[in-house]
């Protein structure tokens, strides 16, 4: 129970990996969640060559998938208790497209890992930071609301922010502590996908960033 334990969905890549290996070098027990393990594995060889060994249980598996994601909530409670930290880094990235022209099935993804798959798992999660003193959980505002051709992405991570906007104010009371914040932008695959092209000399490095977020953790 001495040992600080974090959950991060959406571990394989881009920030998600990054904020997992700065916990892992803090000293943190790191759940890392994410579709892909071989992102998950190259995350786990990387916090070892950096002193973290064991310092991450790997949880390879989509948010969207209910059971689960149940089933792996019910095993961190049965082996620690509790989390201190939830970061909710996941999310599904549709190509831009106009409006009239957003694709079904993007859109569908769209809503089930950016929105569904938040409101799904908050009730999860709730115990689980509950059962721990202090504990937070943190999401990651990408304000595209409005901007044409984000159309299925601004409106499914709106959707998601202001789901965590309701969780935070109905936790100022009793717990636990949601944080809301914007990254910088960064070199992610994902920003690659919406600017193609752009000098990524100029944005931030995701492990700086996630040290600067994780700073008041």
Known sequence: ???????????????????????????WHV?????????LEEVDDRAKAAG????????PMDITNDDAMRHLCRSIFDRWGGIDLWLHTAVHAAPLAPAGHIDTKDWDKSIATNM????????????LLRARPD???MFFEDPRAGEKFFGAYAASKTGQIAL?????AESTKNGPNIK???????PTATRARFFPGEDRSALTAARDEAKRLLADI
């Not at 129970?1 to 892992?24: F, N, P, Y």
């Not at 759940?31 to 992102?39: D, E, S």
């Not at 965590?164 to 935070?168: C, G, M, T």
Request: proline share 6%; aromatic share 2%.
């Open 1 to 27: 129970m001495s040992q600080k334990i974090a959950l991060v969905t959406g571990a394989s890549r881009g920030l998600g990996a990054a904020m997992a290996e700065e916990l892992a070098q803090k000293g």
């Open 31 to 39: 759940v890392a969640v994410a579709r892909t393990t071989g992102g």
């Open 52 to 59: 973290a060994v064991d310092a991450l249980t790997l949880a």
């Open 116 to 127: 569904r798959a938040t409101g799904t798992l908050i009730p999860m999660m709730e115990p």
């Open 135 to 137: 504990a937070s959980a």
């Open 164 to 168: 965590a906007r309701a969780w935070a």
């Open 180 to 186: 809301i914040v914007t990254p910088a932008p960064m």
